[in-house]
């Protein structure tokens, strides 16, 4: 390995430290509402304490994905693509930060605050 | 070596990417990170890349995206794959070619695992429109470098068996 080959890792690695400490400090604390999003459209937003099965079709009436919403938890139980990497993702709940993504069908699962759409709506 | 031998190994090269692409997505780290992936496929474009050049490295890359798409790919998967892929070796050949000298092949391993990774953040970008996505690029970014310095380790000493044996 040369030296810039080592000057370049660390600094990708220094970069992700960054990102990694800005991730942290991230507050997922008072995200309590769920919400779905399908290519750029969102077709689900209700409190993730809200049990509920939602099934997401594509235009032709295909199902795409079942999404569980129980003891506020949030998983995909099914999905119509190969790799199912959204069902592997495990749940997402108040307090973690993750999304859950499945890029195939293009869904996006994740946690939003109820205290910024107020915001929205005063001003 | 002769051109008509190069396209024999372009041939080669091309059948062991989409094999070992197929295999690599039956082992995923999927519940780790989304889409995560070492990326060992890159071992054999990087390996063309020194050994038969930078036309038949890209042949190589586009054959593989274009093969692997059609046997297991959505079109979005498909869609990803190929911005990924292709821009990658894009720039991994035009920093070979601006200067040969300036990174190892493990750099230049690491610098296409990076730009596939960037590349595909814009893609998905583009898709779902949801700038939060954009904390998978960040967790990406380390194992890009891990996954770029573990195919380019291994593409130094295939390169080095490789040319060993064309001396003889």
Redesign the interface.
């Known amino acids: 390995?040369?030296r810039?080959?080592i000057f370049?890792?660390c600094t990708?690695?220094l970069?992700?430290l960054v990102?990694?400490g800005?991730?942290l400090f991230k507050d997922g604390r008072d995200k309590d509402l769920l919400v779905i999003?399908r290519?750029?459209r969102i077709i689900y937003k209700e409190s993730i304490y809200l049990d509920n099965e939602i099934s997401i079709f594509d235009e032709k009436g295909n199902l795409l994905n079942i999404v569980h919403i129980e003891n506020g938890e949030a998983w995909v139980s099914y999905a119509s693509?190969?790799?199912?990497?959204?069902i592997?993702?495990?749940p997402i709940k108040v307090g973690s930060?993750k999304?859950?993504?499945c890029?195939?069908?293009?869904v996006?699962i994740?946690l939003d605050s109820l205290v910024e759409d107020w915001d929205g709506v005063v001003k | 070596m002769r051109k008509s031998q190069k396209i024999a190994w372009v041939g080669v090269f091309s059948s062991v990417a989409i094999a070992i692409s197929v295999l690599e997505s039956y082992f995923s780290f999927s519940s780790l990170l989304p889409g995560l992936k070492l990326g060992l496929a890159n071992i054999v474009s990087l390996t063309a890349l020194y050994i038969l050049g930078p036309i038949y490295a890209l042949a190589i890359q586009f054959v593989r995206i274009m093969l692997t798409g059609f046997l297991r790919a959505s079109p979005i998967t498909f869609l990803f794959s190929f911005v990924g892929g292709m821009t990658s070796i894009l720039l991994v050949i035009l920093i070979r070619r601006i200067n040969k000298e300036a990174f190892s092949v493990v750099g230049l391993s690491v610098i296409g695992a990076i730009v596939h990774n960037v590349a595909q953040f814009f893609a998905a970008l583009l898709v779902l429109k949801n700038i939060d996505i954009f904390w998978y690029i960040a967790f990406l970014t380390l194992f890009a470098v891990l996954g770029g310095v573990l195919t380019g380790i291994s593409a130094k000493y295939l390169i080095k068996a490789l040319e060993a044996n064309k001396r003889h």
């Open positions: 390995m040369k810039s080959d370049l890792i990708l690695v970069i992700f990102f990694l800005l991730y999003q290519e750029n693509c190969f790799n199912k990497d959204c592997k993702m495990g930060k999304q859950i993504a890029l195939p069908n293009q996006l994740y």
